[in-house]
Every structure is written in structure tokens, then in C-alpha cells.
């Protein structure tokens, strides 16, 4: 059963942006709670991460329920990769990248008007 109805009072939209390995646990989840979503691919970051960017519709009152699907399907986790050498940097020299990675970046916004047809 789907929770956003035509009438209910304040709608936002949700867009998640969400790695791309952790977003079927998401979808799975919001269906369960009776949400729906739609997808579509993204790649940023500063290592070029593919993800997804969920849009969701939701009423005012099941914004913290949506938000809290999302925050318990996604995590972040820290990756540290080596930095190779260069010609003109010694091996000594050379470091490793620490970026996070993983976990949700979520906007939401109100929206004026939804219609279904």
C-alpha cells in the first residue's frame, strides 16, 4: 500500500544519494514501510563513486520514518588507498588517501504541487 496520498497535507521530496551497493537494501526497506522511490544512476565524489539518487514523495508526518529507512540500510566506512610513487616523488615520499565513503547524502525539499495521472 502506498503512504503518499492525493490530499494528505504537506508533501517533501526526498533525494537520497546513495552507493550503489546499498541501495537495493533501501528500496527493500522503503516498500516494506508502504514508500515508493525512484532511481536513477550518479557518479561524484572524490573517487567516482557510482551510486544511485532515490526521489521520494513523502507526507510531512512520514519524513523521520523514511529518513530513519535510510539512515539504518546505509553506512560509511573509511578507505585508505596507497599513493604510488611518481617519477618525481620517492617511494619514501609517497602517502596514502583516506576518504569516506559509502553512507547517504540526503536533500529534501517542499513540494508545491504532486499530481498522479
Known sequence: MERMR??????KMVMAVVPRDETESVLQALVAGGFTATFTDSRGGMLRQAQQMLFIA?????LEEV?????????SHVRVEAEPAG???????????????GGAVVFIWDIDRCETF
Open 6 to 11: 492525493r490530499g494528505d497535507g504537506p508533501v
Open 58 to 62: 513523502v507526507n510531512k508526518e512520514d
Open 67 to 75: 529518513m530513519a529507512v535510510i539512515r539504518d540500510s546505509c553506512h
Open 87 to 101: 617519477e618525481d616523488i620517492p617511494p619514501s615520499l609517497s602517502g596514502s588517501l583516506t576518504t569516506r565513503v
